[in-house]
């Protein structure tokens, strides 16, 4: 089982990413993005309940990014529009298999933004 995440680049500040998170092998209770910009911790950004669809924000980013998943293809997006500086960070995706811990990692894709 594992995590393959994709997508990310250099974008100007206003400008868009999606970023694409397959997971190979299984399906899960929920899947998310965290965040680890240049010396500050990993921070939660978005996560989605796999089967309901329901989804949670950060508030940083509410109203500017959205995540979503594709059944077929068993994966999970995160749609970045009006990218900041701030933004800038190595995005990463994580799985869990229940309402706890976050028991699977990606290998993680970087961001930067540009001002």
């Known amino acids: 089982v594992q995590l393959q995440a994709s997508g990310g680049g250099l974008v100007q500040a206003g400008g868009s990413l999606r970023l694409s998170c397959a997971a190979s092998?299984?399906?899960?209770?929920?899947m998310g993005w965290f965040r680890q910009a240049p010396g500050k911790e990993r921070e939660f950004v978005a996560r989605?309940?796999?089967?309901?669809?329901?989804?949670y924000y950060a508030d940083s980013v509410k109203g500017r990014f959205t995540i979503s998943r594709d059944y077929v293809k068993n994966t999970v997006y995160l749609q970045m529009n009006g990218l900041k500086p701030e933004d800038t960070a190595v995005y990463y995706c994580?799985?869990?298999?229940?309402?706890?811990?976050?028991?699977?990692w990606g290998q993680g894709t970087l961001v930067t933004v540009s001002s």
């Open positions: 989605i309940n796999w089967s309901s669809g329901s989804t």
């Open positions: 092998g299984r399906t899960f209770y929920s």
């Open positions: 994580a799985a869990r298999k229940t309402g706890s811990t976050w028991d699977l």
